[in-house]
């Protein structure tokens, strides 16, 4: 077996977690949307999920002030708006007007749902301690949505540098975990 170098600076699209995610933020009247793949669950009851957000993104500050936002999952039909998303800025731009999404009004917190998405995760930050050093929040699920019409989803993965795998086969096997 002949192994190669690989670039560390390709590691994460090795190791990339889960589905891409449209994180929308509502602060001061105005509600954006983030195009993010950097999360992982951390627990599952309550749900727990720990990503980054760059300071550098409008929504950081959002976040960061509101300590609210919605993970939005979408499918793989939605490659291109998810795309446009990540290759703009709020500051700039009206994302849910410019790229044809709906927002929808959560149950628990002020950032809007996006109706086109899958499921909608509202969530709560509950942990800021790594914010300054890691750009890290810990946010906690508080309501979950799905859409039942959707028997198969099938969701994108980045793999970096614009390139990304889209969900396809699903196997069951014997599992102890309730």
Known sequence: MAKRSYPLSNVYGLLE?????LLT?????????????????MEFEPPLV?????????????????RQCVLNIP?????????????SSGRNVDKFTTFGLTPVPASLVEAPLIAECYANLECRVIDTR???????????????????AR?????????????FAVSGE????????K
């Open 151 to 163: 028997k198969d989803p099938h969701t994108l993965h980045h793999r970096g540098k614009g390139v």
């Open 130 to 148: 790594l914010v300054n050093r890691y750009n890290f929040f810990v946010l906690e699920v508080l309501k979950a949505w799905i859409d039942p």
């Open 17 to 21: 977690p889960g589905p891409v995610v």
């Open 75 to 87: 499918v793989a039909e939605m490659a291109a708006q998810v795309v446009d998303c990540g290759n």
């Open 25 to 41: 933020t509502a602060h001061k009247g105005k509600a954006n949307v983030m195009t993010m793949s950097w999360h992982t669950m």
């Open 50 to 66: 720990g990503c980054i957000v760059s300071n550098r993104d409008f929504s950081f500050a959002a976040l960061k002030a509101t």
């Open 170 to 177: 699903t196997i069951k096997l014997p599992s102890k975990m």
